[in-house]
């Protein structure tokens, strides 16, 4: 339980069924992130207050976050530095990983869980994997916002898919600024806004150790960016993972693009 409450434990549960490790073998030492959404958020007393570790409220979110990096290094046979894990740069998120709530009732959009077809009253974990790229900013400047959004995707690695971390105000403020008052149009955005000439994208070396060779081998999507690389590119920017998040009562919309892919939202209430 690593701290947690009894009354955590469904949570546990729910993330334990998803299958997916916190303690995946990569170089760059990848971590997890967890986001909880629905009723279960009241229930263990989190107000929903963004990602700061020393923020009160977030506290029943921080034992959750280091069991799920506990009972993922025991049931997967343990990660051993040199045998089993082969990180060589560390990752501090690999200890607690990072698991919040969304701030569901100051968010413009519909909550991550109902978008992935779950109900507003369900108690959902979701799971995203990546974590070791990550961007910021504060806000968005009347001229430049559009610019500024294109070196921030710039500035996380091209193989991960971009996962948007939204104070409310932000969110609001993308609305206000381009329109984008749902996360379809946003992420179409965002889509565009990363597109980077082909040639680029494939001298990534992260794209030549993970997507090239299955692009040889036939493999789809990635065969077709492969004949298209004489025009441009489309790296993984299909939109899961967009998240208006946190929010804490204050006048700053800070937000981050983290390189994050989004992997599954399992039931909370199953576990019950």
Not at 9 to 29: C, E, H, K, N, Y
Not at 43 to 54: H, V
Not at 189 to 215: C, K, T
Request: charged share 20%; aromatic share 10%.
């Amino acid at each position: 339980m690593a701290g947690a409450r009894p009354e955590y434990f469904p949570l546990i549960l729910a993330i334990a069924a998803s299958q997916v490790s916190a303690r995946g073998s990569t170089s760059s030492s990848a971590s997890a992130m967890v986001v909880v959404n629905g009723p279960i958020r009241a229930e263990i007393g989190n107000e929903c207050r963004a990602l700061g570790r020393w923020v009160p409220t977030i506290t029943p979110m921080r034992p959750s976050g280091r069991a799920y990096g506990l009972l993922s290094q025991n049931l997967q046979g343990g990660s051993e530095p040199g045998v089993t894990f082969m990180g060589s740069q560390g990752n501090n998120y690999t200890y607690n990983n990072l698991t919040f709530a969304e701030n569901e009732e100051r968010s413009p959009f519909e909550p991550l869980h109902v978008q992935k077809g779950f109900k507003a009253t369900d108690s959902t974990v979701s799971i995203f994997y990546g974590c070791r790229s990550t961007t910021f900013c504060l806000g968005l400047r009347e001229k430049y916002w559009r610019e500024h959004v294109r070196d921030m995707l710039a500035g996380i690695d091209g193989h991960s898919s971009p996962c948007l971390l939204l104070d409310p105000i932000t969110a609001r403020q993308f609305i206000d600024r381009g329109g984008f008052d749902s996360k379809e149009k946003l992420i179409r955005f965002i889509h565009e806004s990363g597109e980077m000439p082909a040639g680029r994208y494939w001298d990534l070396q992260l794209v030549q150790n993970y997507v090239y060779p299955w692009a040889t081998f036939g493999q789809e999507p990635m065969a077709t960016w492969l004949k298209a690389r004489a025009r441009r590119a489309d790296p993984d920017l299909s939109g899961e993972g967009h998240q208006c998040g946190g929010g804490r009562r204050r006048g700053n919309g800070y937000w981050r693009i983290m390189g994050a892919k989004y992997r599954k939202t399992v039931s909370v209430d199953a576990w019950r």
